[in-house]
């Protein structure tokens, strides 16, 4: 069974930092891409960045230049560092994995990832 596990969440003051971590469990997701999204409330949830399985990484413009994404292949988990975090980035915030091996594009859709995790709270006060 596949399971996708963040941790890392928290609160934390604005302009602050955190690293969430996803962990996976069940498959081997060293050609498949992971992505991270959030959720609000509120609101839709939202594409906040991915990896590709072979490196490549796209940001939302609202996280670009301060979050960072990162994967080792090896202990199976990708990354989300956060910093210079705002109270805008508070939600809940998940992690998933893409269900295509080696696709030749970076998707950001979410309809388009197949596993997901169970999501972390950031929340960041003023």
């Known amino acids: 069974q596949v399971q996708l596990v963040e941790s890392g969440g928290g609160l934390v003051q604005a302009g602050g930092s955190l690293r969430l971590s996803c962990a996976a469990t069940?498959?081997?997701?060293?050609?498949?891409?992971m992505g991270w999204f959030r959720q609000a409330p509120g609101k839709e949830r939202e594409f906040v960045g991915a990896?590709?399985?072979?490196?490549?990484?796209k940001y939302a413009d609202t996280v670009k230049g301060r979050f960072t994404i990162s994967r080792d292949n090896a202990k199976n988990t990708v990354y989300l560092q956060m910093n210079s975090l705002k109270p805008e980035d508070t939600a809940v915030y998940y992690c998933?994995?893409?269900?295509?091996?080696?696709?030749?594009?970076?998707?950001?859709?979410?309809?388009?990832?197949?596993?997901w995790g169970q999501g972390t709270q950031v929340t960041v006060s003023s």
């Open positions: 998933a994995a893409d269900g295509v091996a080696r696709r030749l594009i970076l998707v950001t859709t979410q309809a388009e990832y197949t596993y």
């Open positions: 069940g498959r081997t997701f060293t050609n498949y891409a």
């Open positions: 990896i590709r399985w072979s490196g490549g990484i």
